[in-house]
């Protein structure tokens, strides 16, 4: 069984930093490309940024280019979210997922970010 799990939201003030962790198990994490997604209140999933299996590959939302940084540690099958200078347009439900941009296979159950002064 595919199990993602999120860690590393919480309160930050506008400008401030969070890094996100996602840990995978049930499948071969270093096969398979891999996706942040969020959904803020009232809205629908929007991708934020991808990472292909290696690492040679990524890319951003044009709303978080140059601010996050996505990245993967395939011996301990964990992908990250490195969030810098956040917004309160930032605040949303931050989900990992298998696959690359909007072809996402699964998906954890999220870990809340609030960008709040």
């Known amino acids: 069984e595919v199990q993602l799990v999120e860690s590393g939201g919480g309160l930050v003030q506008p400008g401030g930093s969070l890094r996100l962790s996602c840990v995978a198990s049930g499948f071969i994490f270093s096969t398979y490309s891999m996706s942040w997604v969020r959904q803020a209140p009232g809205k629908g999933l929007e991708w934020v940024s991808s990472?292909?299996?290696?690492?040679?590959?990524?890319d951003y939302a044009d709303a978080v280019k140059g601010r996050f940084t996505v990245s993967r540690d395939n011996a301990k099958k964990t992908l990250y979210l490195q969030m810098n200078g956040l917004k309160p347009e930032d605040t949303a439900v931050y989900f990992c997922?298998?696959?690359?941009?909007?072809?996402?296979?699964?998906r954890g159950q999220g870990t809340q970010v609030t960008v709040s002064s």
């Open positions: 990472i292909n299996s290696g690492s040679f590959y990524t």
């Open positions: 997922a298998q696959g690359w941009k909007t072809t996402m296979t699964a």
